[in-house]
């Protein structure tokens, strides 16, 4: 069984889907409705809901809610790769396939990356095109660039860089 709760954010209303537990199992941009059959539940969503409005208004660097996304081995794989990208960071497709073990699978990475069902949390906005350019997000390249900028990156014309005290650990400089 699956509980959500819809609730505003800055990025558009969020709709989060949590299990029996409380582990958060996807977090749906409102353009996405919700499977059948969830249950409606505020109070099962509440930790979920907290720590995104504490992220927003700039109090949260990293979520402690439990996850529990669905997904191949591949794809956790990524996820959890994803999830070791400090608040800030940016990092493109090639380098994202290169830190799960596989340097020549870009695009895989690149469609892991785009089927995460938990955005946000898990920060596939974070991962950009080569050079900085900014490329697709579930919730759309605007809500991508709020977040980026939100965590500190930087526009430099069309490109994105990254907020400069992550910008050394994360290259490895």
Same mark, same amino acid.
């Given at each position: 069984?699956?509980?959500?709760?819809?609730?505003?954010?800055?990025?558009?209303?969020?709709? #989060?889907?949590? +299990?029996? +537990?409380? #582990?958060?199992? &996807?977090?749906?941009?409102?353009?996405?409705?919700?499977?059948?059959?969830?249950?409606?539940? +505020?109070?099962?969503?509440?930790?979920?809901?907290? &720590?995104?409005?504490?992220?927003? =208004?700039?109090?949260?660097?990293?979520?402690?809610?439990?996850?529990?996304?669905?997904?191949?081995?591949?794809?956790?794989?990524?996820?959890? #790769?994803?999830?070791?990208?400090?608040?800030?960071?940016?990092?493109?497709?090639?380098?994202?396939?290169?830190?799960?073990?596989?340097?020549?699978?870009?695009?895989?990475?690149?469609? #892991?990356?785009?089927?995460?069902?938990?955005?946000?949390?898990?920060?596939?906005?974070?991962?950009?095109?080569?050079?900085?350019?900014?490329?697709?997000?579930?919730?759309?390249?605007?809500?991508?660039?709020?977040?980026?900028?939100? &965590?500190?990156?930087?526009?430099?014309?069309?490109?994105?860089?990254? =907020?400069?005290?992550?910008? +050394?650990?994360? &290259?490895?400089?």
């Amino acid at each position: 069984m699956l509980y959500a709760s819809t609730f505003p954010s800055p990025v558009g209303a969020l709709t #989060a889907l949590v +299990d029996e +537990d409380g #582990a958060l199992v &996807e977090l749906r941009f409102a353009r996405r409705p919700p499977p059948e059959g969830v249950a409606w539940d +505020d109070a099962r969503c509440a930790q979920v809901r907290r &720590e995104l409005d504490e992220y927003f =208004a700039g109090g949260r660097r990293e979520f402690g809610v439990a996850l529990r996304p669905r997904g191949t081995a591949w794809q956790q794989k990524v996820w959890a #790769a994803l999830r070791g990208l400090p608040f800030g960071a940016t990092i493109d497709y090639r380098e994202l396939a290169t830190r799960v073990g596989n340097p020549l699978a870009a695009r895989a990475a690149g469609r #892991a990356n785009a089927t995460n069902p938990i955005p946000i949390i898990i920060p596939c906005h974070r991962v950009i095109g080569v050079a900085g350019a900014l490329t697709g997000y579930g919730g759309g390249l605007p809500a991508k660039e709020l977040l980026l900028l939100h &965590e500190g990156a930087r526009k430099d014309g069309a490109r994105i860089v990254p =907020a400069p005290q992550v910008e +050394d650990r994360v &290259e490895g400089r």
